[in-house]
């Protein structure tokens, strides 16, 4: 299975941006988007490249979905170490 996470361009030259995932800071290809972006939008990023551009509500929808499912794991491994 593989994991995409929304990512908003901060930055951005001919073939590359830097996205902004949930404060981290990441230099991404996006050779591979079919449509033309711009800095504000907000990009699905899997292994290092932006896949396809993404409608701002669901990318932070998308984004909180990961947190909340972080969170569980999270407490999912402190239970299982007592």
């Known amino acids: 299975m593989c994991l995409g ?8 030259d001919e073939y590359s941006a830097v996205v ?3 404060g981290t800071k990441r230099e991404v290809s996006t ?12 990009v699905m990023v ?10 701002e509500e669901e990318a932070i929808k998308t ?8 969170d569980e794991m999270d407490r999912m491994e402190t239970d299982e170490a007592r």
């Not at 996470?5 to 951005?12: R, T």
């Open 46 to 55: 899997h292994a290092g490249m932006a896949l396809a551009k993404m409608d």
């Open 63 to 70: 984004l909180e979905a990961l947190s909340d499912l972080a």
């Open 31 to 42: 050779m591979m988007l079919p449509d033309e972006v711009v800095i504000g939008d907000w």
């Open 5 to 12: 996470f929304p990512g908003k361009i901060i930055k951005m």
């Open 20 to 22: 902004d995932i949930a």
